[in-house]
């Protein structure tokens, strides 16, 4: 996919959560353990691609990447433990792991687009860019923008409004129309 993109001229980026963890099987991956997905991502940024961290974990309770990371999907509210210091220990976690494997994210993106507003905060003051539907209240709403953006944050938001490949239908044709509209 990435040769295709890069044989294309398509500018492209790639979410990337550095830390896949299975609560229930006691699963933990790091980036140092699959070399070869490093090469890759390595690959890709030496070709034009960009990096976006998509959380240290991308879970709080559950499964990378089903569960969110930031917020309590439970009780629709932020974590019990909402912190400037857990969010700034987490973007520090993250970052770290990257780094060490020579990979350099330059925006972010809240896993499920769901965070505190100290949360928000927090992330701004490492990533002047985010890549999302931000989420503007403590009652779950996002804000989505047709068009690239500054919130009142001061933040560049780049919206992530075309969707995704779904596993059950890879066809592009919805992604595509999106895109057009």
């Known amino acids: 996919a990435v040769d295709m993109l890069i044989d294309e001229g398509v500018p492209f980026q790639i979410s990337l959560v550095p ?3 299975d609560p229930n099987s006691r699963t933990e991956i790091h980036l140092e353990e699959n070399p070869d997905l490093v090469k890759v991502l390595q690959y890709a940024m030496s070709h034009g691609g960009t990096l976006v961290l998509h959380g240290y974990t991308h879970q709080y309770r559950g499964v990378t990447p089903d569960d969110f990371e930031f917020w309590d999907g439970f009780r629709n509210a932020p974590r019990a433990d909402d912190s400037a210091e857990m969010v700034k ?3 520090e976690a993250a970052l770290d792991e990257c780094i060490r494997m020579k990979l350099y994210p330059i925006a972010w993106e809240t896993p499920h687009y769901a965070a505190s507003p100290l949360d928000y905060a ?3 003051k490492v990533f002047s860019t985010l890549n999302e539907e931000t989420m503007i209240d403590l009652q779950g709403t996002q804000q989505a923008f047709p068009y690239p953006t500054v919130d009142i944050r001061g933040i560049q938001i780049i919206p992530e409004n075309i969707g995704y490949l779904p596993e059950d239908n890879p066809s592009p044709d919805v992604m595509l129309g999106n895109a057009r509209a």
């Open 19 to 21: 830390v896949f963890i």
């Open 89 to 91: 220990e987490k973007l």
């Open 122 to 124: 927090e992330i701004a």
